[in-house]
């Protein structure tokens, strides 16, 4: 109940291409979905963020595609660029169960090749 | 402004021993969050504070303990260290409005080798 399933697990992108990564829950009392970016020696930091009420986020260029009726979100990462290169997190939070607390996706390590 | 400060950065300890862990949140900041990344994992949730008081607690066992003082800071306390333990512990800080989702702010985290 409390998972969230992030795929792929590693993803290699064009530099100019389109990074996309996949996340699903299972709990519907998640009502917040952020996407973290993480590089080595440093903590999660919060990229973009979506709302169950709302289909489609966008901030410059991150895009959040968010499915309520599959429980499915997707970070689209439009032109990337080398500096893109990191570890992506998913992660669903709800205020019930304990807490203000955010349950994380394995993880996504993006390579942006030259 | 300082962003969320953890000490310290590494630490190797032995099996049996204990642990403390210190985190200063960003100031204004109320709420800390405890987080353990096992290497290749994402983080998984051991605690959250607010104004002292334990808002939530994660599957962790009773070795795991936490704090927070007056002035916000918080620790981490684990007891009887295993092997298991050995990842990257983070902290994580926010204005925490009740009811309201917000950011969370991470610090980089203590390394925490247990042999």
């Known amino acids: 109940q409390q998972q969230v399933k992030q795929s792929p697990q590693s993803l290699i992108v064009q530099k100019g291409g389109i990074s996309i990564i996949n996340c699903a829950y299972e709990?519907?009392?998640?009502?917040?979905f952020p996407w973290y970016q993480q590089f080595p020696g440093k903590g999660p930091a919060l990229l973009i963020a979506?709302?169950?009420?709302?289909s489609e986020k966008k901030e410059g260029r991150f895009t959040i595609s968010f499915n309520k009726s599959a429980k499915q979100f997707s970070l689209h990462i439009m032109d990337s660029q080398p500096g893109d290169s990191a570890t992506y997190f998913c992660?669903?939070?709800?205020?019930?169960?304990?807490?203000?607390?955010?349950?994380f996706g394995t993880g996504t390590q993006l390579k942006v090749e030259l | 402004d300082a962003g969320v400060t953890q000490s310290p950065t590494h630490l190797i300890k032995t099996r049996g021993q204990h642990v403390t862990l210190r985190c200063s949140p960003i100031s204004g900041h109320k709420s800390v969050s405890w987080y353990q990344q096992v290497l290749g994992q994402g983080p998984q949730f051991i605690f959250q504070y607010y104004e002292k008081e334990e808002r939530g607690r994660g599957n962790f066992p009773d070795r795991f303990s936490a704090r927070q003082f007056p002035n916000y800071s918080s620790e981490l306390n684990v007891n009887a260290l295993l092997l298991g333990d050995s990842a990257l512990y983070l902290c994580a800080s926010s204005l925490d409005q009740q009811g309201v989702r917000e950011k969370l702010f991470f610090g980089s985290g203590t390394q925490l080798s247990v042999l």
């Open positions: 979506i709302r169950p009420d709302v």
């Open positions: 992660a669903a939070g709800g205020l019930t169960g304990g807490g203000n607390k955010l349950t």
């Open positions: 709990n519907t009392a998640f009502d917040y």
